[in-house]
């Protein structure tokens, strides 16, 4: 069993238009981390979230924390064919160091 | 450039044949790990490391070995393999357990 749930597994849209994707748990987290990984590379890290109701942007993306630390959202605004990718969720729970991934979300934005 | 790197990238092999994936980074972390991706379960972490000849097991060990005698490199030895360690491999390393995670390239294995 997953400790973090994501949703949508896939998603496909058109050039312009928004996306959100869901990070979900039953477990409290020091902080949440989101990374987008592009075919035959790393995962490579967007942006860590560590306090409740927080909201970070990065330039189209915007990324918010529960206000209980249990989950996270990734939202991206006008996609563009660039931010096709498999975005994964990844949580440090509260008593542990150790990170824990999502399954992923797989993005796809056609032109 | 600061990275991590893999070697083999790509790797085919066959039951029983034993194999070693090497990682190497150039960052003076302390920390290095292991994880496996496998479609629908997202990364799950296979063997760590805190520092030199300081390793431990992650969520999936079995089938697995590490070894840490170098700051730099952390290779994962595959004893004996076997067709279900078909998997995408990824190292990882940071300054210590709580810090940003840098990964490397992947190394695609099948066992045949």
């Known amino acids: 069993t997953q400790l973090l749930e994501q949703s949508p597994q896939f998603l496909s849209i058109q050039e312009g238009e928004n996306l959100t994707v869901y990070c979900n748990s039953s477990?409290?987290?020091?902080?949440l981390q989101w990374y987008r990984q592009e075919p035959g590379e790393g995962p490579v890290l967007l942006v860590t979230?560590?306090?409740?109701?927080e909201v970070k942007k990065l330039k189209r993306l915007t990324f918010q924390f529960g206000d209980a630390r249990k989950d996270s959202s990734l939202h991206i605004t006008a996609a563009q064919p660039g931010d096709t990718g498999l975005y994964l969720c990844?949580?440090?729970?509260?008593?542990?160091?150790?990170?824990?991934f999502g399954a992923g979300t797989t993005v796809t934005v056609r032109a | 450039e600061a990275q991590v790197t893999q070697n083999p990238r790509y790797l085919i092999t066959v039951t029983g044949k034993k194999l070693t994936v090497t990682c190497s980074q150039n960052m003076n972390h302390e920390y290095m790990s292991w994880y496996r991706q496998d479609p629908g379960l997202g990364l799950r972490q296979i063997y760590y490391?805190?520092?030199?000849?300081?390793?431990d097991k992650g969520d999936v060990p079995e089938g697995y070995k590490v070894s840490r005698k170098e700051k730099r490199n952390f290779p994962l030895i595959l004893e004996s393999p076997s067709p279900n360690q078909t998997s995408l491999y990824f190292c990882a390393s940071s300054l210590s357990a709580r810090e940003t995670q840098y990964f490397g390239p992947g190394t695609r294995l099948l066992v045949l």
């Open positions: 979230v560590v306090t409740g109701g």
């Open positions: 477990s409290v987290f020091s902080s």
């Open positions: 490391s805190m520092n030199v000849e300081v390793t």
């Open positions: 990844a949580g440090r729970p509260d008593n542990d160091y150790k990170l824990s």
